[in-house]
């Protein structure tokens, strides 16, 4: 493909303008810089690139930019250092940059003539720019720029090198050169005041900058972005350019995009409903099977999904041990409460989860296998029970990225510790903000916590119904619609290490938080009728227990305004 070659020009060449009777006067042109490095994006293999004992290869995914990319393969012994030696003009400046993807990718240049450099990446699972910049000494013309990984790593990735400075006359090198229009620009999950878009890398691209109706309203180094601060139920039209230092491409091709209209997910789900966690495992709970759970029960939470060895991957095994004949049986039990009128969701965590989602590759993996249990299963959605911590920015990603697949459908619910709600600025809390347009329910687990901050600044102990309500004030009062937000309590003095309440407690602060009746000490400012309801863990140890919890907390959260 031709591209456009742009030169700094000191004036304009003599021309004639014969219509205007101007003459421009020539002075000398001075060429810009170029990219002294040859074959830098790996497009003719390892052309002009020397690899240390056949460790370096090239492929064609992941590519930054063309259609191909360096990889490198360290050993025990070898840190898969490919390298090339570019020609460079005494005592001048140049930058030396690379997109690497991988553990411990290192970037440098020796034999500068003055300070060799080098910079380096502990690690990413995207594309990163590495960057740094030299300066040759008087006599240098001649300098080894290079990549390699680290011993005993896993393969690292290397892509549109460049070495930008003024031309060593090593026979032209790579010039720098107007980037291509970008294509294949698409947009991806909008929520009420978001749109995600991606488009296809550009090489030679250093970054893209983003146009909504015509104006720039980003500017990235990557391939995608999310646009923000859009009006809900609104269509955009958007565009997207790449830059580097010779200039901006022209705008891609628009793409329309709109906003979805503000309110929660979970369009299967009672205005009040009960939430319950079901065990796939035996600890001592009354072990059941899913036709075994109570009616009251309007979500019922499959505890846990497990993590894998691909990171934000998820998997499900039934455990034996709840008696199920085969997963054929379990699937039929799922289908027969969601002919009931139930949801069946997947749960993601639990005291021992381990699930880590903080990167776009992570995101989309859980996204991409949350997905394929919902339809292996059946399951309606699924339940975010993260206790060991969350990044908000890739799991809100990876959360819309899901509600795109599933549909308006999805049943997604939360169910956070107390430290994790205190304040907006957590990253649990975040999240909830963030798919605030998909969110089914947060049921805080008001257990196992401690005393904790209310609402009105004051210290609340857990196991009363003050600290149920003024607690809940929180996530009431701080951005949740009251139909997001339900209380988490044990069934049962045994479902918890503290925090039990006897299920009228429960029930007083129902009262409370709908009515503004059965309220202790603390009293919100005003009524939330529309409060979602209540959730338990677990049926099993409800079930233990009798079933006293659903039998009292069923009825009166079915009951609430």
């Not at 993807?101 to 990446?121: F, H, I, K, M």
């Not at 309500?469 to 503290?498: K, Y």
Request: with cysteine; hydrophobic share 35%; glycine share 12%.
């Amino acid at each position: 493909m031709d591209r456009a070659r742009r030169w700094i020009k000191g004036a304009l060449a003599v021309t004639a303008a014969t219509a205007l009777g101007v003459t421009a006067l020539a002075t000398t042109a001075q060429a810009a810089d170029i990219n002294v490095a040859k074959n830098a994006g790996f497009e003719s293999d390892l052309s002009n690139w020397t690899c240390s004992a056949g460790t370096g290869s090239v492929v064609g995914s992941p590519v930054h930019g063309g259609a191909k990319a360096l990889k490198g393969t360290p050993t025990a012994q070898d840190t898969a250092q490919c390298s090339q030696a570019v020609a460079v003009k005494p005592n001048s400046t140049y930058t030396l940059s690379s997109w690497v993807q991988g553990s411990y990718v290192y970037l440098g240049a020796s034999g500068t003539g003055t300070t060799d450099v080098s910079t380096w990446t502990p690690g990413s699972s995207g594309w990163q720019q590495l960057s740094t910049t030299f300066t040759t000494g008087a006599n240098t013309t001649s300098v080894t720029v290079y990549t390699h990984g680290w011993y005993g790593q896993s393969a690292y990735y290397a892509d549109d090198v460049s070495v930008l400075g003024p031309d060593g006359g090593g026979d032209g090198g790579d010039p720098v050169v107007i980037p291509a229009v970008p294509a294949g620009l698409a947009a991806g999950t909008a929520t009420s005041s978001s749109v995600d878009l991606s488009w296809n890398p550009v090489s030679g691209a250093t970054g893209y900058n983003v146009y909504r109706d015509g104006s720039r309203v980003a500017s990235v180094s990557g391939a995608s972005a999310t646009v923000t601060g859009l009006a809900a139920a609104t269509s955009y039209s958007f565009q997207v350019s790449a830059t580097n230092s010779a200039g901006e491409s022209a705008k891609s091709a628009a793409v329309t995009a709109r906003t979805a209209t503000s309110g929660g997910g979970g369009g299967t789900v009672p205005k009040h409903a009960v939430t319950g966690y079901w065990q796939n495992f035996n600890n001592g709970a009354t072990v059941q099977k899913l036709r075994d759970v109570p009616s009251q029960y309007d979500i019922i939470a499959v505890s846990f999904a497990d993590a894998t060895s691909t990171p934000g991957q998820i998997s499900f095994t039934l455990d034996p041990a709840v008696g199920y004949a085969s997963a054929a049986d379990f699937k039929a039990d799922i289908a027969a409460k969601q002919a009931a009128g139930k949801s069946v969701i997947l749960s993601v965590g639990g005291e021992k989860g381990s699930v880590s989602v903080n990167s776009d590759a992570s995101a989309t993996a859980f996204a991409d296998s949350a997905y394929s249990l919902m339809q292996q299963y059946g399951f309606d959605g699924v339940d975010i029970d993260l206790e060991n911590g969350l990044n908000s920015t890739y799991m809100s990603k990876a959360l819309h990225q899901l509600s795109a697949k599933a549909g308006a459908k999805l049943v997604l619910t939360m169910a956070p510790q107390t430290i994790d709600m205190q304040s907006t600025s957590g990253e649990y809390f975040k999240t909830a903000l963030n798919v605030k347009d998909i969110l089914t329910v947060v049921n805080m687990q008001y257990y196992n916590s401690g005393s904790m901050l209310g609402c009105d600044g004051k210290v609340y102990s857990q196991g009363s119904v003050d600290f149920l309500t003024a607690l809940a004030c929180i996530q009431l009062e701080g951005g949740l619609d009251p139909s997001q937000v339900g209380l988490g309590v044990p069934a049962s003095t045994r479902g918890a290490g503290s925090g039990y309440v006897d299920p009228s407690v429960v029930n007083n602060a129902l009262d409370c938080l709908t009515r503004g009746t059965g309220c202790g000490s603390f009293k919100p400012a005003k009524t939330y009728p529309g409060l979602r309801g209540a959730m338990t863990w677990s049926t099993n140890w409800d079930a233990t227990a009798g079933n006293a919890w659903s039998n009292s907390v069923g009825p009166k959260v079915h009951s609430l305004p």
